[in-house]
């Protein structure tokens, strides 16, 4: 298995360029079983995720043509399709079940398997199916699939009250209600970019969606959903791990495509650490102020609060910051993996429960490391670029799910980064 070797200590200068947002995309996707007509998304990012997602979109019979080299994806899903999400393709990425809501909203009828835990977490999906059960679906677990069929074959509008802000949830209701019979509001909805670039999107094919980016959204449903032509909006969760680079290794970087609308909560941190942070024409221009980061304490959340997808590589930075940082994490039980693997390269850093006490020092030095998740990978290889010698990141598959081109994006801009290819 390939490995990516970071030898510490260039500083970096120049511009990276900012893909189309993975997590946007993969919500994108399943949009297509919502019409008969084709959907075309452009600024794609190419990963291993959106290729799965092609795989399970396929399985149930959508065509899906990729294009310019994979910056641009033309779906299209007409006559009868399959209504099964097999195991062996959800259980490889969660985000599977985005499919859900819209089978059950096209047919009347899905089977889709239970994605299962993964490294961060236990990750239900009780939010989505007793959002759908409102909806008048009646569904049961069977064999690790979830069974779900609307009543009277089509799903009715309903007020839907989450317990909390999830992201996928808030996609699948939405999706769903979008081709339901009535009004459909959804209260303590997620307030995500992604969820905003989903209602573009669906509004582009004739949906009827109101107040999306604030807390409640608002769905009325039409009898059909036409074609569309949709740009996937930056994403943020690379934005962010690239604006920490400069941070950490010296040097200033411009992040092309950047906004600060997207991370402001995020911005504001790096601000207090002594980031200074530039909106220009061209994105977002990041250098640190002073000699060294500041210690900051972090709470994630959702948006508009700070982004758990962005805590890992956040510990990289605070890992060489001058002081006592303190790290909740709020949204996922297990998500400090990386944390063991920062101390075998020096840091200092106690974890109790959700909270990790990140305590700064001077130097880390490089080590081999491995992550279990995507984020936590690319926090080591940032940590890398300041650490003293060699750091190898092993376990790349979870960098080619989330960061395209990861390479070449760091090498760019002068870091010393190299895919090196395994037995
Ligand atoms: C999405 C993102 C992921 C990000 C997360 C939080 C995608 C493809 N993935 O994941 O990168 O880290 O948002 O910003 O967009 N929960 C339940 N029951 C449910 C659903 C969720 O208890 O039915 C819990 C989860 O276990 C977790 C929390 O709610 O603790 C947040 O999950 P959610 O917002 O749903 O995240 P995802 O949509 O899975």
Avoid: W
Avoid at 187 to 215: K, Y
Avoid at 296 to 318: H, I, N, R, S
Avoid at 327 to 353: C, S, T, W, Y
Avoid at 379 to 407: C, F, M, P, Q
């Amino acid at each position: 298995m390939d490995s990516i070797l970071v030898k510490g200590g260039n500083t970096l200068q120049g511009d990276i360029p900012i893909a189309g947002a993975k997590n946007a995309a993969l919500t994108l996707m399943p949009v297509t079983l919502l019409s008969d007509e084709p959907l075309t998304l452009t600024n794609t990012p190419r990963l291993s995720d959106i290729k799965t997602m092609t795989t399970l979109l396929e399985s149930l019979g959508a065509e899906v043509t990729s294009l310019q080299d994979g910056k641009v994806l033309a779906m299209s899903t007409h006559g009868a399709i399959n209504t099964t999400a097999d195991y062996e393709i959800v259980r490889k990425m969660r985000a599977s079940n985005l499919v859900l809501g819209p089978l059950l909203a096209r047919e009347g009828h899905a089977i889709v398997s239970l994605p299962g835990g993964c490294a961060i977490g236990a990750r239900p999906m009780d939010i989505h199916t007793d959002g759908l059960a409102k909806m008048g679906a009646q569904i049961d677990l069977r064999d690790g699939y979830l069974h779900a069929k609307a009543d009277g074959g089509k799903l009715k509008g309903a007020v839907i009250d989450f317990p909390f802000a999830s992201v996928g949830a808030t996609e699948n209701i939405m999706m769903a209600a979008t081709l339901a019979k009535g009004t459909t509001v959804i209260n303590n909805a997620a307030r995500e970019p992604e969820i905003v670039d989903l209602a573009t999107c669906l509004r582009a094919m004739g949906a009827q969606i109101d107040g999306d980016g604030s807390p409640t959204i608002t769905i009325q449903g039409v009898d059909r959903l036409g074609a569309a032509t949709h740009a996937v909006v930056t994403d943020r969760i690379e934005l962010g791990t690239y604006m920490l680079a400069p941070v950490i290794a010296g040097g200033e970087v411009t992040c092309l495509g950047g906004r600060i609308d997207l991370l402001a909560a995020f911005c504001e941190k790096l601000d207090a650490a002594g980031v200074s942070v530039t909106e220009t024409d061209a994105g977002l221009k990041v250098a640190l102020r002073g000699d060294r980061p500041k210690a900051v304490d972090v709470t994630t959340e959702p948006f508009p609060g700070f982004p758990t997808d962005l805590q890992a590589q956040m510990m990289a930075m605070l890992c060489f910051a001058d002081g006592t940082s303190v790290l909740e994490e709020k949204i996922f039980e297990n998500r400090f993996m990386h944390a063991p693997e920062l101390v075998r390269m020096g840091a200092d850093i106690d974890v109790q429960g959700g909270t990790a006490t990140v305590r700064g020092v001077d130097m880390l030095k490089g080590a081999p490391v491995m992550a279990t998740d995507l984020r936590a990978s690319v926090s080591l290889i940032l940590a890398g670029l300041a650490a003293e010698g060699e750091t190898l990141v092993n376990r790349v598959y979870h960098l080619d799910r989330g960061y395209e081109k990861v390479v070449r994006k760091f090498a760019g801009v002068g870091a010393n980064v190299e895919r090196v290819k395994g037995q």
